[in-house]
């Protein structure tokens, strides 16, 4: 740790008067390398998100509108900005920067209170305070003891607060019976992210698995019950298919170790008498089937190289391919969609429990996996293949669900409707509308348009940024919940008459606007690009060094 | 350098998932093989210059495929514009050996009016232990259909430049007899840029500022 290094390079950061830090990214240099960002608090165009609603106002939503500042339900000033702060930290083996972030919740001390974080498993390393307004004095409060790992093999379950840091803020957001400010937690999690290790907890709360009004006691007996649901759901599909158990590989030592080593667990578990299964009723078996040879197919490759994986000799892949199984199983209008391998293993990652992980993931992908299935791709990519390349009715008709899905997700139209927006569709738009010049650019190289950004689109950008910040990506994503109404200004057919919460309705989501905001970012090197080539190169390995100022030039391109 | 070409042959790569499409397109176009390859979601773009004969280079525009079934909406649109195909099975797996008949059908359906010249590309042979699928049956399957056979390993670099450049001579053959012709609309070949020679059927495009070999 370089706490003193830190500290004095926070010591020379310019402040205005309310303390703030002005600057929009400051890179400070620490000991061998390690490197920390100061997050600027104070950034005009952050799109807020609004406390009363409860519900996140997606940035562009925010974008579009003339002063807006003061708004009621804004956040103050001082706690803006820093929301969209997307540092270049990829896992490397060793000399972790440091980063450095405010907590809003600090706001109202007598100093701010700053936590430094490790940025690997943001873990907090210290809490520095500092005094008063301007004086730019700091004075440590104390440090924390390394975080003792909790694993994740899911048979132990904690009272979810008492998983949190001793002195994470968090905790002034829960009441006494331990119900939970769901606003003040959107709130947060927008605006500065969340600590690894809180993240075990209102992860839960932000992908749906915990009502928010819920007290301690009650969210005890939900995780016993969704813990016995989980067992039984896997039992069933284990039971009906026996030859399933058992993951088939080639030529991959390291992972037929793992198996052997996870059989072995499994059998001391089974010691347990377990609950009989629920069963499957009429199930799909030639779907089942095949989405266990593409889960088989994937699972080795997801992530094996991550730390978290390799630690217990990659037994922890085979957690991840039960909890893609078992929804697979159960989830037969869904099925598995390749790409759901990314979002799974970050839920196994970072909730280090297998049951939290596959019903976080399960409630994740009821708003996301629509548009992984085929009709979802299809829709995601509507306008970019040309008039006469749009898929024909015949294609239309075989993107459709497979079975009826439940009415909360279904869709009403049949294949593609004309009403249907998507997400590169939306994206051209708010290119053109933003950067003329760059979408004449990229539409004068390349036919395929933005075809280079599918991936960042349909995988929410979950390969191509660096671990936290693809957390960070998840979670504002799952703040995330109807179609904007930026996208009934800049499309005009999506304004009446349409059924808003059909899954192929993107409209601009955050994704929508990251992928906008790094096409901007990145605008003098895409603008040289002369080849198709060039696009696609740029979309396997963009520099995710991203910074607010991006989405503040991008608000100013819309006023304009 | 310059970058000049001939002509531009469009390429599209296709059969089930993990038969290692993206891994020997990698190791074509960039000399390397990644042991863990994250699946391809949608569509793929890479290219490169091969050389048939001294002096002639034909640009590769090479799409790559998702090979699950989900994502054969956008797959399906490249069949089109596209001259040539390296139609992939795994040697180790019989499963993407059977689906090949499955994949020419769909091309077929998917290509008219155009058509796509294909190769069958037997790829893993570097396991040939573990080979679920003999070399005769799979030559006799291509020669059913009227394509090559060849069997390749990204991982030991055997046949990869083969099974490119072979098929693109191949298709090189068939546009200097007047069989695959430059086509409005089409984007399956164009003509490239050649100095000091001009084609007077052809049209003559700018090259690319860049070098993409």
């Given at each position: ?313 990659l037994v922890k892949l085979l957690y991840l391919r039960e909890i893609l199984i078992t929804f697979a199983a159960f989830h ?229 | ?213």
């Amino acid at each position: 740790m370089h706490l003193e290094g830190r500290s004095q390079a926070a010591g020379t950061s310019s402040t205005d008067s309310s303390g703030s830090f002005l600057s929009g990214q400051e890179h400070f240099e620490l000991g061998k390398g390690a490197r920390f960002m100061v997050l600027a608090p104070k950034t005009p165009k952050m799109p807020p998100s609004n406390p009363k609603s409860g519900r996140h106002e997606p940035a562009a939503s925010q974008l579009g509108r003339k002063g807006k500042q003061g708004r009621p339900g804004n956040p103050p000033a001082r706690c803006q900005g820093a929301a969209l702060r997307f540092g270049s930290t990829r896992e490397t083996p060793c000399g972790r920067a440091g980063n450095r972030k405010r907590h809003p919740c600090d706001k109202d001390k007598g100093g701010e209170d700053w936590r430094f974080v490790n940025e690997k498993g943001r873990r907090i390393v210290a809490t520095w305070q500092r005094g008063a307004a301007g004086t730019g004095d700091w004075s440590k409060i104390q440090e924390q003891p390394p975080r003792r790992h909790v694993d994740g093999d899911g048979t132990c379950i904690h009272g979810p607060e008492s998983q949190l840091p001793a002195t994470s803020s968090l905790q002034s957001l829960f009441d006494g019976a331990g119900r939970l400010d769901l606003a003040g937690l959107r709130k947060v999690v927008y605006e500065t992210g969340m600590d690894a290790s809180e993240r075990k907890v209102t992860w839960k709360f932000l992908f749906g698995v915990y009502p928010a009004d819920s007290t301690t006691e009650e969210r005890r007996r939900l995780d016993q019950q969704l813990v016995a649901r989980y067992r039984s759901m896997k039992n069933a599909w284990k039971q009906q298919f026996p030859s399933a158990k058992r993951m088939k590989v080639q030529s991959d030592l390291e992972l037929s170790l793992a198996i052997m080593k996870y059989e072995q667990q499994e059998m001391e578990a089974a010691k347990v008498p377990a609950e009989h299964g629920l069963w499957l009723q009429s199930i799909n078996q030639p779907q089942f089937w095949a989405s266990l040879r593409d889960i088989d197919a994937d699972v080795p490759r997801t992530d094996r190289h991550r730390s978290f994986f390799q630690r217990q000799g990659l037994v922890k892949l085979l957690y991840l391919r039960e909890i893609l199984i078992t929804f697979a199983a159960f989830h037969q209008d869904i099925g598995y969609c390749q790409g759901m391998t990314s979002f799974a293993s970050h839920f196994l990652e970072t909730l280090d429990s297998e049951f939290d992980a596959f019903w976080c993931f399960v409630n994740c992908m009821r708003h996301w996996a629509p548009s992984l299935t085929a009709q979802g791709v299809a829709c995601k990519i509507r306008e970019q293949q040309g008039p006469q390349l749009r898929p024909t009715p015949e294609a239309a008709a075989l993107c459709r669900w497979e079975s009826p899905p439940p009415p909360s997700s279904v869709h009403r139209g049949q294949g593609l409707s004309p009403g249907c927006v998507s997400s590169a569709e939306t994206t051209e738009e708010l290119l053109r509308h933003v950067d003329p010049e760059l979408h004449h650019h990229i539409a004068r190289t390349s036919k395929e348009r933005l075809l280079f950004c599918l991936s960042w689109l349909l995988l929410r950008f979950q390969r191509e940024l660096g671990h936290e910040d693809a957390l960070r990506v998840m979670e504002i994503g799952a703040l995330e919940g109807d179609p904007t109404e930026l996208a009934a200004r800049l499309l005009p057919h999506c304004r009446e008459g349409e059924d808003r919460s059909a899954p192929h309705r993107d409209g601009v989501s955050f994704e929508v606007l990251l992928c906008v905001a790094l096409l901007i970012q990145h605008r003098q090197q895409l603008l040289q690009y002369q080849h198709v080539h060039d696009f696609f190169l740029f979309a396997h390995r963009p520099d995710p060094t991203f910074s607010a100022k991006d989405l503040k030039s991008l608000a100013s391109g819309f006023e304009n | 350098m310059e970058a000049i070409w001939l002509y531009q042959f469009r390429l599209i790569v296709i059969g089930d998932s993990t038969v290692g499409k993206s891994c020997l397109i990698r190791r074509f176009t960039e000399g390397r093989f990644a042991q863990v390859s994250d699946p391809t979601v949608g569509v793929d773009f890479f290219s490169r210059l091969v050389e048939i004969e001294p002096g002639k280079r034909i640009k590769l525009q090479i799409w790559d495929t998702a090979g699950q079934e989900r994502f054969r909406s956008i797959t399906r649109a490249y069949y089109r514009n596209s001259v040539g195909g390296l139609l992939l099975f795994d040697i180790t797996n019989r499963r993407s050996f059977q689906n090949v008949h499955e994949w020419l059908e769909e091309t077929k359906v998917h290509v008219q009016p155009y058509q796509i010249v294909f190769v069958l590309v037997g790829h893993k042979c570097d396991l040939d232990t573990q080979r679920q699928v003999t070399r005769h049956e799979a030559e006799k399957l291509a020669a059913a259909y009227g394509m090559k056979y060849i069997e390749t390993s990204a991982r030991d670099a055997i046949n990869v430049e083969k099974a490119f450049t072979d098929l693109t001579r191949d298709i090189y053959e068939l546009v200097k007899r007047g069989d695959i012709s430059i086509q409005e609309g089409w984007e399956g070949v164009k003509s490239g840029f050649v100095p000091n020679v001009v084609h007077s059927s052809e049209e003559v495009v700018k090259s690319d500022r860049r070098c993409l070999c």
